[in-house]
Every structure is written in structure tokens, then in C-alpha cells.
């Protein structure tokens, strides 16, 4: 057993311990654990299509969002059920990443990030527009989460485990695809687009494919959040909470499918703690942000990565003059 797996093992360890070892439950387990598998989900989604495509997308809350702002309207307004809004939303969410994706990926680097961040600003723009479907600036609220097999979600360690499982399923999907033929080719593409053309592999069309599972992602992140808030609002599609998202993801070290919940632990954490001693918990986190990439510019994933090549560094110059 490698060393990876060791500390995967560990990890799933301590998350499913986690309600039952913290010294204020009704506090931690609802904003760090929850609300860490909530964020880290979103993020993973960003992470995934880092790592295999090399793009930075700001427009994982625009899936995120309008999942949740269709779950809330067809069941909060016209009285539609869980059963059918869930898949309903999911499935509009997905489809959207389907269309979206097709254009976003003609585009490149900064023009990649910027395109999917006018994406989201557009949803802000318009739920703030369409008051009378998305609720305006109020949102929708009182959106009380469903029972399922008779089990009430609204139970904090409930709602924590139902989110632990479905971010272990996501994760272990995307590692698996990550090591997969397919997510060797999205390697390929991204480090030589032009050698796996030649090699016969439709760049576009796998492209997309990835495109359209980290939008899945999202939109799974998008259920979440809609009922560990029981509302929608604009927002949780706002400039503010992309830029949030960013920097979890920063934070953890975008290159990492693993940093996506190290940032979101590190940030939920640190919100939690810091505004109970100062009004200016922006600014802190900000402070934060920056001490951490001061520290480790791969971010927190990438430490033991740094540290390997500086210890690799000082071998090699102490080998060259002997």
C-alpha cells in the first residue's frame, strides 16, 4: 500500500469520525465539515479542469446557481417535487456546461477566464432582473430540504454524511478518470494539443466531455448548497463568492484534485474563527491568501512538492563540488 493511499485512507478516516471528535458539534460540524464538503465540492469542479486542461473557469457558480434556482422555483413556486426538480435541475445544469462549454473552449487562457466570469455575472444580473420568477434581491427562501427513505436531511449529522458520501463518490470519479485513458489524453492535449491531433484524438470533443463533467460537479454543489442555506439568493452567484471560490481554490493549490478541500477547510475554518474577533474578516482572509502563496506559491498541496525539489536542490549542489 503506497503512501497516497495511506493518506486518503487517513483522511476519509477523520471525516467520518469528524462530528463525533470536535468539541462544539452544533457549530463545527455545520460550518467547517458541511460547509468545507459544500465549497470544496464547487471547487473541485474549477481543480478538475485545471489539472487536465490547464483553464482556470470563474463559471462553476453559474451551473452551481442555476441548478439551485431551478430546483427553488419549480418547487418553492409552482409546487413541483423533489423527485422531479433535483434531476430536473442537475440535468439544466449540466446541459448548460454542454452549450456553454462549446463556446468557452474555442477561447484560451485569460479569455477562457474572463468569458466564464461574464457567464456568471450574467446570472447575477438577471436573477437580480427577474424578480418576479427568481425572487430578486431577497432570493427564494424556505426551501426545506427533502426527506429521503424517510430520513430527515435537516439533521446536522445527516446532512453531513449525505455530503461526505456524494464528495467520496465525486472524488473517487474523477481520480479514476484522472488515471483513465481518457484523462491521460486530456493530459496529452494539454501539455501538446497539436501531437495528440496527429495521434488521431478529437481534441475538442474531449475537451467538452470534461467540460461538461466538471459542470455536473458543479451542479451536484449546487443542490448542496441550495439546502444547506435553505434559499438562493443572488448572491451565491455574485462576483464576491467567484473570487471566494478562487481563492479556495488557490489556497489548496489549483493543481491538486485534493486542494480543492484543503482550501475550503482552511477558509471555512479561518471565516468562522476570525469574525468573532473583528469586523474586517475580509481583510484578513485577503491577509491570508497572500501569506499563504508567500509561503507556498503551488499552494498548500504543493508544500511537499517544494520541499522535494529544494532538498533535490541542495543534493545536487553538494554532490557537484565534491
Given at each position: 500500500?503506497?503512501?497516497?493511499?495511506?493518506?486518503?485512507?487517513?483522511?476519509?478516516?477523520?471525516?467520518?469520525?469528524?462530528?463525533?471528535?470536535?468539541?462544539?458539534?452544533?457549530?463545527?460540524?455545520?460550518?467547517?465539515?458541511t460547509r468545507?464538503?459544500?465549497?470544496?465540492?464547487?471547487?473541485?469542479?474549477?481543480?478538475?479542469?485545471?489539472?487536465?486542461?490547464?483553464?482556470?473557469?470563474?463559471?462553476?457558480?453559474?451551473?452551481?446557481?442555476?441548478?439551485?434556482?431551478?430546483?427553488?422555483i419549480l418547487?418553492?413556486?409552482?409546487?413541483?417535487?423533489?423527485?422531479?426538480?433535483?434531476?430536473?435541475?442537475?440535468?439544466?445544469?449540466?446541459?448548460?456546461?454542454?452549450?456553454?462549454?462549446?463556446?468557452?473552449?474555442?477561447?484560451?487562457?485569460?479569455?477562457?477566464?474572463?468569458?466564464?466570469?461574464?457567464?456568471?455575472?450574467?446570472?447575477?444580473?438577471?436573477?437580480?432582473?427577474?424578480?418576479?420568477?427568481?425572487?430578486?434581491?431577497?432570493?427564494?427562501?424556505?426551501?426545506?430540504?427533502?426527506?429521503?427513505?424517510?430520513?430527515?436531511?435537516?439533521?446536522?449529522?445527516?446532512?453531513?454524511?449525505?455530503?461526505?458520501?456524494?464528495?467520496?463518490?465525486?472524488?473517487?470519479?474523477?481520480?479514476?478518470?484522472?488515471?483513465?485513458?481518457?484523462?491521460?489524453?486530456?493530459?496529452g492535449i494539454?501539455?501538446?494539443?497539436?501531437?495528440?491531433?496527429?495521434?488521431?484524438?478529437?481534441?475538442?470533443?474531449?475537451?467538452?466531455?470534461?467540460?461538461?463533467?466538471?459542470?455536473?460537479?458543479?451542479?451536484?454543489?449546487?443542490?448542496?448548497?441550495?439546502?444547506?442555506?435553505?434559499?438562493?439568493?443572488?448572491?451565491?452567484?455574485?462576483?464576491?463568492?467567484?473570487?471566494?471560490?478562487?481563492?479556495?481554490?488557490?489556497?489548496?493549490?489549483?493543481?491538486?484534485?485534493?486542494?480543492?478541500?484543503?482550501?475550503?477547510?482552511?477558509?471555512?475554518?479561518?471565516?468562522?474563527?476570525?469574525?468573532?474577533?473583528?469586523?474586517?474578516?475580509?481583510?484578513?482572509?485577503?491577509?491570508?491568501?497572500?501569506?499563504?502563496?508567500?509561503?507556498?506559491?503551488?499552494?498548500?498541496?504543493?508544500?511537499?512538492?517544494?520541499?522535494?525539489?529544494?532538498?533535490?536542490?541542495?543534493?545536487?549542489?553538494?554532490?557537484?563540488?565534491?
Amino acid at each position: 500500500m503506497n503512501r497516497r493511499k495511506v493518506i486518503i485512507g487517513v483522511l476519509v478516516l477523520l471525516a467520518l469520525v469528524f462530528p463525533y471528535i470536535v468539541p462544539d458539534p452544533g457549530f463545527w460540524v455545520t460550518n467547517g465539515g458541511t460547509r468545507t464538503l459544500w465549497i470544496g465540492l464547487v471547487a473541485l469542479s474549477m481543480a478538475y479542469l485545471n489539472r487536465n486542461l490547464g483553464l482556470m473557469s470563474l463559471g462553476q457558480l453559474f451551473f452551481s446557481g442555476i441548478t439551485s434556482y431551478t430546483i427553488a422555483i419549480l418547487t418553492i413556486k409552482h409546487g413541483v417535487s423533489y423527485g422531479i426538480s433535483i434531476p430536473l435541475g442537475l440535468v439544466i445544469g449540466t446541459l448548460a456546461g454542454v452549450i456553454i462549454g462549446w463556446v468557452a473552449l474555442k477561447t484560451e487562457a485569460v479569455y477562457f477566464l474572463m468569458l466564464t466570469l461574464a457567464l456568471t455575472l450574467g446570472l447575477y444580473s438577471l436573477s437580480l432582473a427577474g424578480e418576479s420568477i427568481t425572487g430578486g434581491h431577497t432570493g427564494i427562501n424556505s426551501v426545506a430540504p427533502p426527506k429521503i427513505f424517510g430520513l430527515d436531511i435537516t439533521a446536522r449529522n445527516t446532512f453531513y454524511y449525505l455530503c461526505l458520501i456524494i464528495n467520496l463518490l465525486i472524488f473517487a470519479a474523477c481520480l479514476r478518470l484522472q488515471s483513465s485513458n481518457f484523462g491521460l489524453a486530456l493530459n496529452g492535449i494539454r501539455d501538446n494539443a497539436a501531437r495528440t491531433t496527429s495521434l488521431g484524438y478529437r481534441n475538442s470533443g474531449l475537451r467538452l466531455a470534461a467540460f461538461v463533467w466538471a459542470s455536473f460537479i458543479a451542479s451536484i454543489g449546487g443542490v448542496i448548497g441550495l439546502f444547506y442555506y435553505q434559499a438562493v439568493t443572488p448572491d451565491s452567484v455574485g462576483l464576491a463568492r467567484s473570487i471566494d471560490l478562487l481563492i479556495v481554490v488557490v489556497v489548496g493549490g489549483a493543481s491538486y484534485l485534493g486542494g480543492s478541500y484543503l482550501g475550503a477547510a482552511v477558509i471555512a475554518v479561518f471565516e468562522s474563527i476570525i469574525q468573532d474577533y473583528t469586523k474586517y474578516y475580509v481583510a484578513a482572509e485577503g491577509a491570508l491568501f497572500i501569506l499563504i502563496l508567500l509561503i507556498a506559491p503551488q499552494g498548500l498541496m504543493g508544500i511537499g512538492e517544494q520541499l522535494r525539489k529544494r532538498r533535490n536542490k541542495k543534493l545536487a549542489a553538494s554532490a557537484g563540488t565534491q
